[in-house]
């Protein structure tokens, strides 16, 4: 008569490395192997295996033991936790840059007036919404351990002039009748409009407006315009200054006589620059030629037209700079620079600032709350000690919103300034001697001309690759 061994001589058990399944593999069989689904799952549960036991495959192991010989075979199988949903918000306006574009006529001719399709709404109109997150639904390992979800990131409005936010934070409306516009960061805002229909002359005077400013002619030479929303020129730009929060579009091009100065704080559009200085918070954006200017973009600088030309100057973008030609023939001196965004670094220091300011203010209302909150417990807070007690919590709490705003664009930038991959210069057509590439702190010299190059960091180097 065979002796009876117990399970652990005949079956190996096996944990999957996250818990979320366990195997049990038959090592060797004899004719004493009479056990029943019930004491493989009795020995399972002293292997710390409760959750997810798959009976019908342990039956067929009880009726077949010779089939699953040496062949691990998962015998329970937990519930993993799952994704959660981030937050978002929804904006009800078309606000991409594209859609701004004027529109293109059957003869090749642009209709400027066409620019005038803005984002407009009436005061009380709702301009935004925002979805919350929520969070992954918990798993279970197949030891009944549960496993929270992963949780889902909230989004937040970001609050511009103008506009107001709801009490739960779910709707963003239109505090005055204006026009949507996204400036800085992302913040939404709600901007009236001030239209010029001729050139910014003697007539005109300087133009300094909180809000979208639309020119139907020229900026002349010695004359400012100054915009907290877009500016959009059907004309060119002389010798002038403009600058705009959000977007600068010239229809005519900018001839900077060396006077010129022209920021915007998202992107900047025109058919051509010549002797003038530029900067744009994301991209410059060019159809024909940038000729001897300072060019200064925190994303990208496109100059990729048919006449896509770049010759003289310095141009320098945080992450890209693609051109059909860059430098000429008797090779004319030119800087193309990516990869350095000092923009980024001193909103990086002034941010962390804020950051210290707003913790040291939150700490004094936490000192004071402390104090009322024991008066309140003493029974001896005043009517006017409760207002301040309520307005401290209302202050505590939108400080705590902005510390956890600033601390992801905080963290957004740091990721920014680390990621030098996407830094590189195009070259559709060629690039010819005399131009200086740098990328970060490192610099090459183009002697030669050369045809259909893209010029990237790589072990500490700049290195050339085919641009097809």
Not at 127 to 145: C, S
Not at 153 to 181: H, T
Not at 258 to 267: L, Q, S
Request: charge should be neutral.
């Amino acid at each position: 008569m065979s002796t009876i061994l117990p399970l652990e001589h005949y079956l190996n058990v096996s944990l999957a490395e996250d818990k979320f399944s366990a195997s049990i593999q038959i090592a060797t069989l004899s004719d004493s192997f009479q056990f029943t689904a019930h004491d493989i799952v009795s020995f399972l549960d002293k292997n710390n295996i409760r959750y997810g036991v798959q009976l019908d495959v342990i039956n067929r192991i009880t009726r077949e033991p010779m089939s699953f010989m040496q062949t691990k075979t998962v015998v329970a199988v937990g519930e993993v936790p799952s994704e959660g949903i981030d937050g978002e918000i929804r904006n009800l306006y078309d606000l991409d840059e594209q859609a701004k574009r004027p529109a293109e006529l059957e003869d090749g001719t642009v209709n400027y007036k066409e620019l005038v399709r803005l984002a407009n709404v009436r005061k009380g109109q709702l301009i935004a919404e925002r979805t919350f997150a929520k969070d992954g639904a918990p798993g279970r390992t197949v030891g009944g351990d549960i496993v929270p979800g992963r949780k889902g990131k909230e989004a937040r409005f970001k609050i511009g002039k103008n506009v107001v936010a709801d009490g739960e934070q779910k709707a963003l409306y239109a505090a005055i009748d204006g026009m949507v516009v996204i400036t800085d960061n992302g913040k939404i805002n709600v901007f009236p409009i001030y239209e010029v229909n001729g050139d910014v002359d003697y007539r005109t005077g300087n133009i300094d407006f909180l809000g979208t400013v639309v020119i139907r002619g020229n900026v002349l030479s010695g004359f400012t315009v100054r915009a907290a929303g877009d500016i959009r020129i059907t004309g060119g730009v002389e010798g002038a200054e403009v600058d705009a929060l959000g977007s600068i579009e010239v229809g005519a091009g900018i001839l900077g006589h060396n006077k010129a100065v022209i920021r915007a704080g998202v992107t900047l559009k025109s058919s051509f620059i010549q002797d003038a200085t530029i900067e744009a918070g994301q991209d410059v954006i060019v159809s024909q030629s940038i000729l001897h200017s300072q060019v200064r973009a925190g994303q990208a600088i496109l100059c990729n037209g048919p006449k896509g030309l770049i010759v003289g100057g310095t141009i320098q973008a945080g992450e890209r700079v693609t051109a059909r030609t860059i430098g000429n023939t008797m090779s004319t001196p030119t800087s193309i620079e990516v990869g350095v965004v000092p923009e980024l670094r001193n909103e990086l220091t002034s941010l962390r600032q804020q950051l210290r300011q707003l913790q040291e203010g939150l700490d004094k209302t936490d000192k004071a709350l402390v104090l009322l909150d024991q008066l309140a417990a003493a029974g001896s807070l005043s009517a006017e000690k409760l207002a301040m007690r309520i307005k401290l919590s209302h202050t505590k709490k939108q400080a705590m919103e902005e510390q956890i705003s600033l601390k992801e664009r905080i963290l957004d930038i740091e990721k920014t300034l680390e990621d030098t991959d996407r830094a590189k210069v195009q070259v559709i057509s060629v690039v010819y001697g005399g131009t200086k590439i740098v990328i970060g702190r490192y610099t090459r010299f183009v002697k030669d001309a050369i045809s259909r190059v893209c010029f990237v960091y790589s072990d500490g180097d700049i290195a050339m690759q085919p641009n097809v």
